[in-house]
Each structure stands twice: as C-alpha cells, then as structure tokens.
C-alpha cells in the first residue's frame, strides 16, 4: 500500500504541475494587455509602463511562471488587480461558504444511492420506472435554472427558505434552512447520476453467484440485498461519490451566483466580469488543486477497500 | 463504452425485417424513439426559426412590456422590452443547438485527433496522455470558465471552451478504440501492403473506430448545450439582445418576483433540449448494455 500511495502522490505532481502552467498560459496569452486594462483609457504610456513593471508582466513569460510557481509554494496566490488584496485571503474568507455548499450538497447526493436500491430490489416496477424517469429528469434540469425555481416556489410563494445568502453557524437552524435549497440546486444532478449508477451496479451484482448461494442457504431477501449485494455494489459507488465533490466545488460557480452565496464560485464569476485575472488564475488553480487532491484521496481509499488495485 | 470496439458489420447487418439489428432494438426502445422525435422537432424548430417565429424576436415593443403568457398576439408574452417571447424562444432553439453542435464537432476533431495520435503512436500516447489528465483535472464547468475569462465573453469564444472541455473524453474513447483495432489483423494486412501510417489510420483504424465516437458525440450534445446556457447565464456567452436561452434567463432575473414567465420559458426550452438528447443516450445504453435495462 505504501508504494502504491508513493507512485499514486508522484503522478500527482506533473498534473499539478500541468494544471498551474495551464492556468497561467490560458490567462497570459490572452488577447489585450492587463496593464492597459488597470491604467484605464486615460493612463499614459509611463504609467502603464509602471504598472507593467510592478506586476513583473515585462518580464519573459518562463520567469513569470517561475515568479509564480514559488509564490504557490508559499501559499501565495497573487494579488488582486482591482482591490489590491491577497487573493489567498479572498479565498480564505470565502472558503467555508462554499465548503459548506459542497458538503450540504454532498448529503443531498447521497440519497441517490437510497433511491438507486430502491429501484434495482423493484426492477421493472411501476417504482423503478417513475425513479429513473425522475433521475432522468434531474440529470436533464438545469441547475441554474432549478435552483430559481426552487426560489420562486420555495422563497417567494411559500417563504420557507431564504433566497440569498448562506447563515453561520451552518448547522443552526437559520443556517440549514439558508443551506436547504442551495444544496438542492447543487446536489440534484448528482443524486440522479448516482441513483442510476447504484441501480445498474445493483443489478450487476445480484446476478452474481454468490448473491444466488446467499437466497439458496434461504437468507431473506433483506438480509441478501443490504448485506451481501450492496456493500459490493458501494465501492464503485464512492468512487463516484468521491469525485463527484470536485464537482460540486466546480459547480459551485454557478450555485453561488443565483443565491447570492459569498463563496469561491461567485467570486471567480466576479473576477471574470471584472477582469480581475490575478483572482482568476488564483480562483481556478485552487479548486482545480482540490479537485486533483479528493481524487487522489478517492483512488487511495478505494485501494484500500479494494486490494486488486494495488496489487494489480 | 472506452472498450467497446466495433462490431464487425455483419452482426449489425440488415435482419429479416429489412432494418439492422441494432436499429429495430433502437425503435423499440421508448426512451430512443421519444427522445428522437423530441430531438428531430427541436432540430427541425432550430433550422426553420426564421419562417415560424411569428415576429423579429428583437423588435422592441414597449407599446407591449411584459405582457403575461396568454395576451393575444404574443401566445407567451413578452419581455421587458416587449420583444415576443415566442419568437425569442423558437430563435433561443436554432442559437443553442448551432452552439452545441459547433462545440461537440469541434471537442471531437480534437479529442478523436489526440486518441488517433496517443493511441496509433506509441511515443506519443504518454505526452498525450499526459495533456488529457491536465484537462481533466479541472472539475465541471472551470476550464470553459477559464477560456471564456481568456478570449472574452460572447457566443464564438463559448463554443471554444465548450468544445475544450469535451477534448478529454473524446482523445480517452478513441485512444481506448484505436490500441484494441491497432494490432488486429486488417491493420497488419495493410501495413505488410505497404500502406503508410496516415493512411492506415484514415482508411483502416478509423472506420472500425468511428462508432463509440459517434455515440458519444450524440450523447454529448446534451451536455455542451447545457454548459454554454449555463456560461451565458454567468453573463460569459451570448450577451444581450442575443435570444439564446441562458442569456434570457440571465436577463429575467430581475423580474423573477413580477414576471415569473420570463424565466421560466426559456428553462423549459433547455430542459425539453437536454432531455431529449439524454433520452436518446438512454436509449443507446439499453441497446449497447442490456445488463442496465
């Protein structure tokens, strides 16, 4: 196990790697000068030769990368362009809003794998047909267009839940109720997808031979679908499960924006409008890490659960 | 469905009914046909828009703002501007599968180029590879974001990044297809002819591999229509007065407690899209996998 978490954290590296000078080429070879675009219309040419030299953009591309690089390992992301604050910070601040979104989120997911049982221990029923219809439909929905009509019903005609803004402590009841229909938005897609991944996995497994001998020895049906198939069909379904939190971080950028969340999401959204590159950059490394390092979090935890992988 | 290699045409070949094998399962599946008579009709809207839309879905009416679904005239209202709702939606239809289109067509020539490259020449499949893991280190929507934060808002820069971001799937399917169909025997037969490589991709290697590609062109659909109304609701892609459903979303938000049909029509128009292009992928998964059924 321990070779195997060493080979899996040194092909983490260039990824990372790759996913920072990706970044930063996207953001640097784009057309138009940053530096035109903080002087403004009205700046002269010394000053924005100033600015230029300021944020070393006169400098070779390879070294600016480099300049970057080693400001990364130190936990320094840049530094606003519009508002002259650390991007770290900015990041930080707004960190647990969207932690608690992906987290919330993540709850909501998880039902799928209730619903996906469900569906597999009835298959062919009126049951199944309806849930997968409906998973359908969730996969289909929009979730920015899901989570305004979740205000429109929710906020605006019933007044149950709030349409803007996420409350602290998060586990207060103002702050679920702020949560619930975020998380909703966010986490539906992913409900559906996991619901029909559990049902076929499901399915799979109880065609297996050792799911047979369990109903030969005449263990009830309960007994043979909760102990013997689902624990078999779950290890691919955290998989998912896993990666699917990456997700979440990354379709928080949308969530975010319809309730007016103070989070990462909204504030790359921001920094985009705002052309607020050096956030941008900062932003897009950041959840893109995260996402690298829950995957590898996920393969770890399934190599664990699954030797074959790690020996295979 | 990255393993499945093609079926020799034989057991695709015509049954005793007159259609293929794989066809007549298709028509019998309720998903496939419901979401391709839904998929032909948007299509079929998308192309015609011009000679249904019964007004400019850009004249702007302000004898008419905000008229509720149901005004005679205008069968879905109208916006704050007092542009027809209708036409703006039936216009909305030919932007959004224009834009997919586009983007999936682009996202394939890359991605099949990359699979082609990583899966044909051993040397490259690493570095290649290796360029693909980058790609899809970025979760969700993130790289389309980054593109779009890039080259600038507007419609032609979103089929740019929509088409990115489906590059990794397609290069991983088609490397997948091509390292199975490289070494069978009709690719040696040609190379001991004396084919070249070019050629031996183009007129061996690619029509065997063509398939799971096709399949998952049409699944993808789907998802980049829904990724560009999702970039032009951030305010990313098609900016106003442009009809494209995300973008009237976007726009109708400030009418949300007043005016919900604003909001609503458009979302019913992507929805009913993306449906029915996931109705069709469901369809090809119960042909391709009976186990799921």
């Known amino acids: 196990m321990t070779q195997y978490t060493l080979r899996r954290l040194l092909e983490t590296i260039p990824i990372l790697l790759g996913v920072t000078l990706l970044t930063f080429l996207i953001l640097h070879l784009s057309p138009g000068d940053p530096a035109v675009l903080i002087g403004g219309p009205t700046a002269s040419s010394e000053e924005i030769s100033n600015i230029r030299r300021r944020l070393n953009l006169d400098r070779p591309l390879h070294e600016q990368y480099l300049t970057f690089l080693a400001g990364l390992t130190r936990g320094d992301l840049g530094a606003s362009i519009q508002r002259r604050e650390s991007v770290a910070d900015m990041l930080s601040v707004r960190l647990p809003n969207t932690l608690a979104l992906a987290v919330a989120s993540m709850i909501v997911t998880l039902l799928g794998v209730v619903l996906g049982v469900v569906a597999a221990t009835k298959q062919n029923s009126i049951t199944d047909f309806a849930l997968m219809n409906v998973s359908l439909v969730g996969l289909s929905i929009p979730n920015f267009w899901l989570g305004l009509m979740l205000i429109i019903w929710f906020s605006v005609d019933l007044r149950w839940f709030p349409a803007a803004g996420l409350v602290q402590p998060y586990w207060s009841l103002d702050g679920l109720r702020a949560l619930t229909l975020p998380a909703l938005t966010l986490g539906t897609a992913g409900m559906a997808l996991v619901a029909r991944l559990t049902r076929s996995g499901m399915l799979e497994v109880l065609q297996q031979d050792y799911v047979r001998t369990a109903r030969a020895k005449g263990l009830p049906q309960r007994v043979v679908t909760y102990r013997h198939a689902l624990r078999n069909t779950l290890i691919p379904v955290v998989t998912i499960l896993g990666l699917n939190f990456g997700y979440l971080l990354g379709g928080a950028v949308v969530t975010e924006t319809v309730f007016a969340i103070n989070g990462i999401g909204r504030l790359t959204v921001d920094a985009i409008l705002a052309r607020d590159y050096a956030v941008v950059q900062g932003c897009v490394v950041f959840i893109a890490t995260m996402f690298v390092l829950v995957n590898l979090l996920v393969d770890l935890s399934y190599a664990l659960l699954n030797p074959q992988l790690r020996y295979g | ?293």
């Open chain 2, 1 to 293: 469905m990255s393993a499945a290699s093609p079926a020799p045409a034989s057991r695709t070949g015509p049954g005793r009914g007159g259609l293929p094998k794989g066809v007549r399962k298709l028509l019998r599946s309720p998903h496939f046909v419901v979401g391709a008579i839904l998929s032909l009709a948007i299509v079929g809207v998308a192309i015609l828009a011009p000679w249904l839309a019964p007004k400019d879905p850009y004249f702007q009416d302000y004898a008419n703002v905000l008229k509720p679904v149901g005004t005679p005239g205008f069968p879905l209202g109208t916006d704050q501007f007092g542009r027809d709702m209708l036409s703006r939606l039936i216009h909305g239809a030919r932007i959004s599968v224009a834009v997919g289109a586009a983007s999936v067509g682009l996202g394939m020539l890359v991605g099949v180029s990359m699979g082609v490259v990583a899966g044909y020449f051993r040397r490259l499949d690493r570095p290649v590879m290796m360029v693909v893991d980058v790609l899809i280190a970025f979760p969700g929507i993130l790289l389309a974001i980054a593109i779009v934060a890039a080259l600038g808002t507007g419609l032609v820069n979103v089929v740019f990044a929509v088409a990115l971001f489906s590059v990794p799937t397609f290069a991983r399917i088609t490397r997948a297809s091509v390292l199975n169909a490289r070494d069978e025997e009709y690719v040696s037969a040609a190379r001991a002819l004396g084919a070249r490589d070019p050629r031996i991709i183009v007129r061996a290697i690619l029509p065997n591999v063509i398939s799971p590609i096709v399949i998952y062109a049409s699944l993808r659909l789907a998802t980049s229509i829904l990724t560009a109304a999702t970039l032009s609701f951030l305010g990313l892609g098609a900016q106003p007065p442009t009809a494209e459903w995300g973008a009237m979303i976007s726009d109708a938000r400030t009418y949300l407690y007043s005016a919900r049909s604003l909001s609503i029509i458009p979302g019913v128009g992507i929805f009913v899209t993306v449906l029915a292009f996931n109705l069709i992928g469901d369809g090809l998964r119960d042909v391709l996998d009976p186990r799921s059924r």
